[in-house]
């Protein structure tokens, strides 16, 4: 699905952030993307929605290489991957279910709009629907973004950092409902640096742990 081959990505006049990665995710798996803050996980991130392409190796989203992919390739495949920003972004004017109806009305898909409530209620922000971004909290904001990035039903879904900026009981909230998502057959690949989160997931999932350290990627550990 996505696939990196000897992949390195440095920005013009410095350094490189990453560097000779290779990863696949392959259907139905589950991973987790450790490594200290400014390692890169975000980077690589980028480079598996298409929103980076690297300076260096192959990748590839779906069967096809990123550097002959085209503008409208690059728009098929992302609809196809849900994405979970670190800093959440939301247009405060409109509210939450207008927010997390976007991509649908966005792509023309406007025929699915007629009823989201079962997606709200999954996410537990029935209650929320008419109410405005600044008015939800940390971990309510991070329900929502979720929700708003699986609402096109997508293969993959990769999180950054979902639960840096909420509490623990939220955390694990919210990792219950990443790996129902990856129950249901959809990739999963979490960036965090919370290991007791990692651990958590012990018990629930079979995962790999990937650690960026020295701008390498390594196995951190079997499966979990």
Sequence with gaps: ??????????????????????????PGSFH????????????LMKLCYGALVPTQ?????????????????????????GVVHQDVQFLDHMTVIENVALPLMVSGRDTELQDLSDLMGW???QDQMEALPPELSGGERQRAALARAVIMSPEVILADEPTGNVDWEM????LRLLIELNRMGKTVMIATHDMNLIRQAKAQVQARVLRISDRRLQLAGADL
């Design 171 to 174: 955390s694990l909230r919210l």
């Design 57 to 81: 190796g192959r990748a590839a989203l779906f069967g096809h290489d990123v550097r002959t992919m085209t503008r409208d390739d690059v728009a098929e495949a992302r609809r196809r991957i």
């Design 123 to 125: 996410v537990g922000l």
């Design 32 to 43: 987790f993307l450790t490594g200290p803050s400014g390692a890169g996980k975000t980077t």
């Design 1 to 26: 699905m996505i696939e990196f081959e000897e992949v390195s990505y440095g920005y013009s006049g410095g350094g490189p952030l990453l560097s000779d990665v290779s990863l696949k995710l392959a």
